[in-house]
């Protein structure tokens, strides 16, 4: 089992629409996580934090589930610009490092 | 505040010669980490440094890649020699403690 499993995807979805990714994680010790956006042929670059429960910034809302080892992240109507790769990142602070899940890519069409 | 700086942003060579990859991180950050992304393999971590110090290159392919940071404010990954199924985009990020890490804008490489 990886240690961090994202929704294959690809997502395709109208603009205005609601869309979720799921991410679960094998490391119970695990206390933060974070989302990542990574646009074509561009760097990943930050999207969330989530460091308890949950996180909400304006349409996007990420979700911590610790006793089934998930994390979702939540975008209410979509924007053509919300098209890109989300990445799941789980650090690992005994081993100073982040394992990256393989992304899930996301297409709003108008 | 400047972000992590990579050079060059492409590289196109021929297969056996010598490649090297340059990153500056940002200012006070203590981590640095090399990582290589292909459409087949996603985001591969290589190797990466604490303060300097190389703890976890087992990520680095094969003998034909090494990586070096001989200070706080530089660090290069080589290929010697290349190969065509090097080519992928390299990315170098950094970051403060081992959580949030910040990216540079990559290394486009080919390998022909």
């Known amino acids: 089992r990886k240690e961090v499993e994202q929704d294959p995807g690809p997502f395709n979805v109208p603009e205005g629409a609601t869309v979720a990714f799921n991410c679960t994680y094998s490391?119970?010790?695990?206390?933060?996580f974070f989302w990542y956006r990574q646009d074509c042929r561009k760097e990943p670059k930050l999207l969330m934090s989530?460091?308890?429960s949950g996180n909400e910034d304006g349409r996007f809302t990420a979700q911590l589930n610790r006793a089934s080892q998930y994390i979702s992240l939540l975008i209410r109507d979509s924007k053509l610009s919300d098209s890109a790769t989300y990445l799941c990142?789980?650090?690992?602070?005994?081993?100073?490092?982040?394992?990256f899940g393989d992304g899930t890519t996301l297409t709003v069409k108008p | 505040d400047a972000g992590v700086i990579q050079s060059p942003r492409h590289e196109v060579t021929e297969m056996g010669q010598e490649v090297t990859l340059r990153c500056k991180p940002i200012?006070?950050?203590?981590?640095l980490f090399w990582y290589r992304q292909t459409m087949m393999r996603g985001l591969e971590l290589l190797i990466y440094?604490?303060?300097?110090?190389?703890?976890?290159d087992s990520g680095m392919p094969e003998d034909r890649f090494s990586a070096k940071m001989p200070n706080a404010s530089f660090s290069t990954l080589k290929i010697q020699p290349s190969e065509p199924r090097d080519s992928a985009v390299y990315f170098c990020?950094?970051?403060?403690?081992?959580?949030?890490?910040?990216f540079g804008d990559g290394t486009r490489l080919s390998i022909l």
């Open positions: 990020a950094s970051s403060l403690g081992s959580y949030l890490q910040h």
């Open positions: 490391n119970s010790a695990s206390q933060s």
């Open positions: 989530v460091y308890s």
């Open positions: 990142v789980v650090p690992n602070t005994n081993a100073g490092k982040s394992t």
């Open positions: 200012s006070g950050h203590d981590y």
């Open positions: 440094f604490n303060n300097n110090v190389p703890i976890d």
